[in-house]
């Protein structure tokens, strides 16, 4: 479960790898600038240069392969009678009365999104805690402070 990502996640991925692509040969031409000055043993700038090519190339293997490792599962085709992935989701802490919103998205989209959303990985205690639960449906979410105990509102 933990592979899946949102059509927008991958495309925000897509982003980050066509800026580092359009980045690396600005580095590589530092680098070459760099060597240019004489003594690589003592050259700072060339230093710096090839540890900034060193990091771009590294992102961009990583990206390209995390890419290809997510599975893409559009929310919109899927069934909105139980929390599911891509899910938005509000709910109510029955102890405190707190209403949270949440949407509910693979590992690679919790921290980089564009809207104020908050999303809640699949592979969370809270996440695995809700998957497949319906309108006001109440579940247990195992905290490291105790357990919290929340019932759904809404799903959409």
Do not use: C, W
């Not at 790898?17 to 003594?39: C, F, H, N, S, Y």
């Not at 240069?49 to 899927?78: C, F, H, Y």
Request: net charge neutral; glycine share 6%.
């Amino acid at each position: 479960m933990s592979n899946y990502i949102t059509p927008e996640g991958m495309q925000r991925l897509h982003k980050k790898l066509l800026a580092l692509t359009e980045e690396r040969p600005k580095i590589l031409e530092q680098v070459q600038t760099a060597r240019e000055m004489g003594d690589l043993s003592e050259n700072a700038e060339y230093h710096a240069a090839k540890e900034k090519q060193r990091n771009i190339d590294s992102d961009l293997g990583n990206l390209n392969q995390k890419i290809l490792s997510l599975k893409v599962i559009d929310p919109t085709t899927l069934p909105k009678d139980s929390i599911r992935f891509g899910a938005y989701v509000k709910l109510i802490e029955s102890s405190t009365g707190q209403e949270f919103k949440y949407r509910l998205v693979g590992v690679d989209e919790i921290y980089d999104r564009d809207d104020d959303i908050v999303h809640v990985s699949l592979a969370s205690p809270l996440g695995k805690a809700m998957v497949g639960k319906k309108v006001n449906e109440e579940f247990v979410v195992k905290a490291p402070k105790g357990d919290r105990f929340f019932k759904v509102l809404e799903i959409s």
